[in-house]
C-alpha cells in the first residue's frame, strides 16, 4: 500500500489509518465532532496527496485537451479553474477533474485519488504525438486542504505573503525556492483551499499550518461534508454514468468533439442527495430506497452521519420520475421506514 510523505506526521499525531484507493490515509486523529466542528467554525486541515497531480505544458496543449475533456477549455481564463470530465468513448464517465489554466500552452490538473491510473492513461493517449511534455506529479507533490473560516487567517499566520485567490483561481508562488501552488477549487467542500508543495516540504507545510491554528482532520470528517454538500464520488457513485445521469451536463459542451460519444440524457435514472433530519437513523450503502407507494426505485452508493447533529446523508441512484429537489423518499431499514427528502447535487 502507498504511503504519502505526510504518513509519519500522520502516525506521530496518533491518527488511525485506513486505505483509501491503495493508500495509506488518516481516518481520524481524535475525536470526530472535534474534527468536523473546525471546519464550521474554525480551520481543519486534510491530506489529499493522494489524489492525482498532472502538468501539461507544450504548443497546442489547450486543443489537445479541449479534444478529450468535456469542457471548453476556451471558457477559462489565464489563473483560473474549471470543473470538467474525462469521459470514455462511450461517453461514460471516467472522471471528474478540475483544470487549472497558467497559459494556452501550460496546465495543472487535478484528478480523484481514485482513478489516477486511468486519468494518466487518457492523458497520455495522444500527448507523445503532439509532442506535449506530461508529468505525473501524483507521487512529488504533496496536496493540503484547508476547510473552514478561519482558512485564511491560518495561512497568513504562516507568513503567507500570497494573496489569497478568490473562489475559482489559483496562483504560482515559489516559498524557499521550491514551486507551489495554491487553489481555492472547492475540493473537499464549496470554498475549501488547497496548498500544492513539493513532497519534501509537506511535513514542514503541515506542522506550521497547525501550529498557526489549523486542526487536522481523517477522511471520516471529509466524507461528511462532501455527502452533507451532496457532492458526489465518481467511484463510489458515478461509475458507469453519464454526465446527465450524475447530475453533471453543466460540464459539457455539447458543441465540441471529445471523441467520445455525445453523453444523451436518460431516463434510466439520476443521481441525487438524500437528507435524513431525524436523528438516530442511520442511511447506509446497499440501502433500498422506495416511493410513497412502498416501491423499489433505487439504492443508496455512499452515506454518512453528522455528528454535529445526528443527521444522516446520503447519495442515491433513483429512478428519474423521483429526482426532483424536495421529493419525499423512504429507505428500508428491516422493518423500518425512514423518510428522507432528495436534496440538489452540489454543482
Not at 444522516?312 to 429526482?323: D, G, L
Request: glycine fraction near 10%; hydrophobic fraction near 35%.
Amino acid at each position: 500500500m502507498k504511503e504519502t510523505q505526510l504518513t509519519p506526521l500522520h502516525r506521530r499525531l496518533g491518527a488511525s489509518m485506513t486505505n483509501e484507493y491503495g493508500w495509506q490515509m488518516p481516518q481520524q486523529y481524535t475525536d470526530l465532532l472535534h474534527e468536523h466542528m473546525s471546519t464550521r467554525s474554525a480551520c481543519g486541515i486534510f491530506d489529499i496527496s493522494n489524489l492525482g497531480k498532472f502538468r501539461l505544458t507544450g504548443n497546442g496543449a489547450q486543443e489537445y485537451l479541449d479534444g478529450i475533456l468535456s469542457n471548453r477549455i476556451g471558457n477559462c481564463r489565464d489563473g483560473h479553474t474549471q470543473q470538467t470530465l474525462m469521459l470514455t468513448t462511450k461517453g461514460m464517465i471516467l472522471d471528474r477533474v478540475t483544470l487549472c489554466r497558467i497559459s494556452a500552452g501550460r496546465f495543472f490538473i487535478i484528478g480523484s485519488a481514485s482513478q489516477v491510473e486511468a486519468d494518466l492513461a487518457s492523458l497520455s493517449r495522444f500527448a507523445q504525438r503532439e509532442a506535449l511534455e506530461l508529468e505525473d506529479e501524483t507521487d512529488t507533490l504533496c496536496a493540503i486542504a484547508l476547510v473552514g473560516p478561519e482558512a485564511g487567517k491560518v495561512l497568513s499566520r504562516v507568513h503567507f505573503a500570497v494573496e489569497i485567490p478568490a473562489k475559482g483561481e489559483f496562483c504560482c508562488f515559489r516559498r524557499g525556492g521550491q514551486r507551489c501552488i495554491l487553489t481555492r477549487a472547492g475540493l473537499i467542500n464549496n470554498d475549501s483551499m488547497e496548498l500544492f508543495c513539493p513532497a519534501a516540504t509537506g511535513i514542514g507545510w503541515f506542522e506550521q499550518l497547525m501550529a498557526a491554528g489549523a486542526i487536522p482532520c481523517g477522511l471520516q470528517t471529509r466524507e461528511i461534508l462532501r455527502l452533507e454538500q451532496g457532492r458526489t464520488d465518481v467511484k463510489k457513485d458515478a461509475a458507469g454514468c453519464t454526465p446527465a445521469s450524475a447530475g453533471l451536463s453543466h460540464l459539457c459542451t455539447t458543441d465540441k468533439d471529445t471523441g467520445s460519444t455525445p453523453p444523451t440524457d436518460s431516463d434510466a435514472g439520476r443521481l441525487v442527495s438524500l437528507h435524513c433530519s431525524t436523528p438516530g437513523h442511520t442511511l447506509s450503502p446497499g440501502d433500498t430506497v422506495h416511493d410513497h407507494c412502498g416501491r423499489a426505485i433505487g439504492n443508496i452508493t455512499s452515506s454518512a452521519t453528522s455528528p454535529a447533529n445526528g443527521h444522516s446523508y446520503a447519495i442515491a441512484y433513483v429512478s428519474t420520475e423521483h429526482s426532483t429537489p424536495g421529493t419525499s423518499l423512504w429507505v428500508k431499514k428491516g422493518d423500518a421506514s425512514i423518510k428522507t427528502e432528495v436534496k440538489a447535487l452540489s454543482q
